[in-house]
Structures are given as structure tokens and as C-alpha cells.
């Protein structure tokens, strides 16, 4: 019977140790543990740091209307709007662009100082019936007449209204002149006489002209008739 030889054991000089690998494993995660403590530390007493957002250019195509919507703790105040009231201009009367003093003196028989216009109906020593009218000249005459249906602008640039048919006995002063044409066609004739001149020599003509009439204190003091072409 042969007898199993026995092998010879070799020495190892770095034997196996599991105390130390069970080491390391717990100091490995000793480790990881402390790591994290002061991960979480740092989070909590460090400074946050803010990364702002890149700066964001909107483009609104054309045409398109953007509403911004108003913050619901702002307050918005309307100040009333006030229109200001149409202002219109009056259209003058036109009367009162009639030369001289105008025509239109009121009711009374008795004129205000000023010059006026018109026809003498009838004339005697101390007084004349007179008829009032409104004589027109430039633009007052282009008016009137398109007023009245008539040519505008007229002819010679003047125009007569008389519409008002009263007549009024006026006053003649004392010493009142008169400037006439013996010749009413004529204004080379023209001259200046006495009223009792002017009284006898008008009746002899056939055509009797307008005439201003100059009133001071209420009396005729001056005549003067008005040439027409």
C-alpha cells in the first residue's frame, strides 16, 4: 500500500485578511456619509446664486394689436375730457353794411345825426318828406343785390334797396346848403348853392337823384346829391 504523499505548503507572505476589506468598506461609506453633511451644509448657510434668464427680444409683426394687461393692484385715473363749444360767426345784417349812417334809423320821424341816404319826395322852405334807402357799394353791394335776386356783382359796383316805402318829414335848419348838378348826368355841373336856391331850380329838372342828408340836432344842415352813371 502506497501512502499518499503529502504536498508541501507554500508560505505566503501577504495572507488574506477580511477584517481589512470589511475596513475600507466601512470608511469607505464613513466617507460618503461626511460628504454629503457638508453638501447639505453648504447648501443651506452658502449664497444662492440666480442665473437670470437671457434677455428676450419679441418681434409683433405689422398689423398685429399687443394688450398688456393692467396689473390688478395699479390704479388708473380719467381725467374728464371738456370740448370746447363750437363758436360760430354771425352773419351781419345787410343793412348795416350800407354806407353813410346805414338805413335803418328806427320808427321815429326824426333821424340821429349822421348822413342818410334816400330820395327827396316833395321839399318846401322848412321842411321835405324824404325816403329813406340803403346805398351799396364793393362787397355790401355784391350781397344785397344777390339778396334781392338781382345782378351781383352790379353794374358801377353800387346798388340801391329800397324797400322800406315810409316817408319822413324832416327838418330843414337855418341856412342849410345844398350841393346839386343842374345837369343830374352830368357831374362837371355840380355846385354848391343856398336850399331856397336849390328849392326854386329843382323842379325844373325831370329826373331827381338820391341825395345825402347831413343831420345835426336833428335838422337838415346840408344837402348833397348823388351822381350815378
Known amino acids: 500500500m502506497t ?3 503529502s504536498q508541501p505548503r507554500l508560505w505566503n507572505p501577504f495572507p488574506a485578511r477580511p477584517e481589512r476589506s470589511a475596513r475600507r468598506t466601512r470608511l469607505a461609506a464613513v466617507l460618503a456619509v461626511v460628504t454629503l453633511l457638508a453638501a447639505a451644509c453648504s447648501a443651506d448657510g452658502g449664497t444662492t446664486a440666480t442665473t437670470a434668464p437671457p434677455d428676450t427680444t419679441t418681434t409683433t409683426p405689422p398689423g398685429s394689436t399687443t394688450t398688456t394687461a393692467a396689473s390688478p393692484d395699479s390704479t388708473t385715473t380719467t381725467s374728464p375730457t371738456t370740448s370746447a363749444p363750437a363758436t360760430t360767426t354771425p352773419v351781419p345784417d345787410t343793412n348795416s353794411l350800407a354806407e353813410g349812417s346805414g338805413c335803418t334809423p328806427g320808427t321815429t320821424d326824426r333821424f340821429p345825426d349822421g348822413e342818410w ?12 318828406d324824404f325816403d329813406l334807402a340803403c346805398w351799396f357799394t364793393g362787397e355790401g353791394a355784391a350781397r344785397a343785390a344777390e339778396e334781392d335776386g338781382e345782378e351781383s356783382p352790379p353794374p358801377n359796383d353800387y346798388y340801391v334797396r329800397n324797400a322800406n316805402t315810409a316817408i319822413r318829414t324832416l327838418t330843414v335848419g337855418a341856412g342849410a346848403g345844398v350841393t346839386w348838378m343842374p345837369n343830374p348826368g352830368d357831374p362837371t355841373t355840380e355846385e354848391t348853392v343856398a336850399y331856397s336856391d336849390w328849392l326854386n331850380e329843382r323842379t325844373v329838372r325831370s329826373y331827381q ?10 335838422a337838415i344842415v346840408e344837402i348833397r346829391e348823388q351822381y350815378v352813371p
Open 3 to 5: 501512502t499518499p504523499t
Open 209 to 218: 337823384p338820391g341825395a345825402w342828408l347831413t343831420i345835426s340836432d336833428g
Open 117 to 128: 341816404f334816400g330820395y327827396v319826395e316833395d321839399a318846401a322852405p322848412t321842411e321835405l
